[in-house]
């Protein structure tokens, strides 16, 4: 028996016979890599014979022998077919139990019983305490190593919080120091750290929306974006890293692997394991449309369906998705639109809560500074204000409050994303839609927990709002803040007016829309007296509570 400096006990295979009782010390801890469909053993059972009478009882008294646990078929007595009366059945679930985080994971099957089979989920971190046995494979000489488990616990599987005082620091601390510390080796970028740190705060999950923002990196190859993503791995604990161009379907989303024995078992992949976490997938335009098309469901309903012959399962995958892509060709062709560039579907774009476009263009003051930066790198070092661990205790702490929307964030947001509606894009860009909002709110979200904020103020709302501007204006797409004021100030009042309602809009967000508009309404009664006239006229009518252009 070794034991390790904090008092942990691992016993040797030998010695592993299950006998540990206590809690503090199970003998394994691991991840759940796939699962099997639950099954049944024989616990108790009562025969009866039908010609002389005679009943008998069989109980399983020893847990090591309940693959071989039968019964008597003929009378011990008269050698009469006895009839069973009674047969006590448990439950029992087989599943693969492997290494977490390692390049060449080593797995084991393993056997849970009775309420147990409903506490193993794929991508749950477990510890366990059971007893190691070697299985004889049927019609072959060799044996197989699995487990019987007799204690099990998922608590593995809870984050690393910070202490009372790191709380205490993270709450008078500057906030800026994150994003500082964020791929510190990384020269600039503040727009790509800002949006993936961001969505590793995410926005608060309710009954009917996810709280994850996913993200995607476009542009120029070697502009960093790898290393942008190891480093969200790096800091996140329940996250893994996955290249677009080797990966399946099967291997990124699930699949059902055929054991040695003859059983089929779904086996999750990178995504299902991350459930709850970040699953930064690199080179994306180079997967598989058919491998990829699995992700639709996942980064909308977070779920997958694996539909196969014996396995009809449904897992879930509440996983943010970051994703790096290059373009087709060489270069960003800034002649071809974003889906030429990349070729992925508007269908798939659409579910990326931020899509930021890097470029690298040749700048000599802007090469100067990056090389000089590489060479500190690699003469000295960098140094960054705060370590990993700090903002991986942070993260997982932000996420644990959820901010509620103030009205004056709400407003903010809606008016945005209506101007933003109203602008004309450039043909192929990618489409603002009711995904669009609901991303706005969810930033916001994220914005309130970085300042460790129990309500969304009308300040989390503009930086949201400045966040997907400024991603969309990497696009190349027009946002209200570029275009919007310059076109509004030379309306006319009618076409103001029409654009206004050309959206269905509530009549309080109306109100204040028109109020902004300081040369034609001065006060709350005068905009209230030409939204009664319009109604009047029929220019503008209401359904459900919002007006609509007629």
């Given at each position: 028996m070794h034991k390790f400096d904090d008092g942990f006990y691992i016993k040797t295979f030998a010695e592993l016979d299950g006998s540990d009782e206590n809690n503090e010390k199970l003998l394994m801890q691991g991840v759940i890599m796939g699962i099997g469909d639950i099954e049944h053993y024989s616990k108790f059972i009562v025969t009866k014979c039908g010609k002389c009478k005679d009943e008998a009882q069989y109980r399983l008294e020893d847990f090591s022998t309940w693959r071989n646990f039968k019964t008597v078929t003929e009378c011990p007595s008269c050698g009469n077919t006895v009839d069973i009366i009674q047969h006590d059945k448990g439950m029992v679930r087989k599943f693969l139990f492997g290494e977490e985080r390692a390049a060449n994971p080593i797995t084991i099957t393993a056997f849970v019983f009775d309420n147990d089979v409903y506490n193993v989920r794929p991508g749950e971190?477990?510890?366990?305490?059971?007893?190691?046995?070697?299985?004889?494979?049927?019609?072959?000489?060799?044996?197989?190593?699995?487990?019987?488990?007799?204690?099990?616990?998922?608590?593995?599987?809870?984050?690393?919080?910070?202490?009372d005082e790191e709380k205490t620091e993270f709450g008078t601390m500057d906030k800026s120091l994150l994003l500082q510390s964020f791929a510190p080796n990384i020269k600039g970028m503040e727009l790509e750290k800002e949006c993936l740190f961001v969505a590793m705060l995410g926005g608060v999950e309710d009954k009917n929306t996810r709280g994850d923002v996913n993200v995607l990196l476009a542009g120029d190859p070697g502009v960093a974006k790898t290393q942008l993503l190891k480093f969200v791995v790096s800091v996140t604990e329940k996250s893994d890293y996955a290249s677009g161009k080797s990966s399946s379907q099967a291997g990124l989303l699930a699949g059902v692997?055929?054991?040695?024995?003859?059983?089929?078992?779904?086996?999750a992949g990178s995504v299902i394991m991350c459930n709850g976490g970040i699953c930064c997938i690199d080179e994306f335009e180079k997967m598989n449309a058919s491998d990829r098309s699995g992700l639709h469901e996942v980064m909308e309903n977070r779920t997958f369906s694996l539909r196969k012959i014996g396995i009809n399962t449904t897992w879930e995958a509440k996983t943010a998705i970051f994703a790096a892509a290059n373009p087709r060709t060489s270069r960003w062709d800034s002649n071809l639109t974003i889906t030429e560039n990349l070729n992925l579907p508007f269908s798939l774009l659409s579910r990326f809560g931020l899509i930021v476009l890097i470029r690298d263009i040749p700048h000599k003051e802007n090469?100067?500074?990056?090389?000089?930066?590489?060479?500190?790198i690699k003469q000295v070092g960098i140094v960054s204000p705060l370590e990993p661990v700090k903002i991986t205790k942070f993260v997982n702490h932000a996420r644990t409050i959820t901010p509620k929307i103030s009205d004056e964030a709400a407003d903010i947001i809606e008016n945005y994303w209506i101007d933003l509606r109203c602008q004309s894009q450039a043909e192929g860009s990618i489409l603002i839609d009711k995904r669009t909002l609901q991303d706005l709110y969810r930033l916001a979200e994220a914005y309130a927990r970085w300042d460790l904020s129990e309500t969304v103020n009308k300040e989390h709302g503009q930086k949201a709002i400045n966040l997907l501007?400024?991603?969309?204006?990497?696009?190349?797409?027009?946002?209200?803040?570029?275009?919007?004021?310059?076109?509004?100030?030379?309306?006319?009042?009618?076409?103001?007016?029409?654009?206004?309602?050309?959206?269905?809009?509530?009549?309080?967000?109306?109100?204040?829309?028109?109020?902004?508009?300081?040369?034609?309404?001065?006060?709350?009664?005068?905009?209230?007296?030409?939204?009664?006239?319009?109604?009047?006229?029929?220019?503008?009518?209401?359904?459900?509570?919002?007006?609509?252009?007629?």
């Open positions: 971190k477990i510890k366990i305490n059971g007893v190691i046995r070697s299985l004889k494979q049927p019609k072959t000489e060799t044996y197989k190593r699995v487990i019987d488990i007799k204690q099990l616990s998922t608590n593995a599987s809870k984050v690393t919080l910070p202490t692997d055929n054991l040695s024995d003859g059983t089929r078992v779904a086996k090469d100067l500074e990056l090389a000089r930066h590489i060479r500190k501007g400024r991603t969309l204006r990497s696009l190349g797409m027009t946002t209200p803040g570029e275009v919007a004021k310059s076109l509004f100030d030379h309306m006319s009042k009618e076409e103001f007016l029409m654009m206004l309602f050309k959206t269905p809009i509530s009549e309080e967000s109306a109100i204040i829309r028109m109020r902004e508009k300081y040369k034609w309404y001065g006060t709350e009664e005068k905009c209230l007296h030409d939204i009664n006239t319009l109604r009047k006229n029929g220019k503008i009518y209401e359904s459900d509570g919002k007006l609509k252009w007629v």
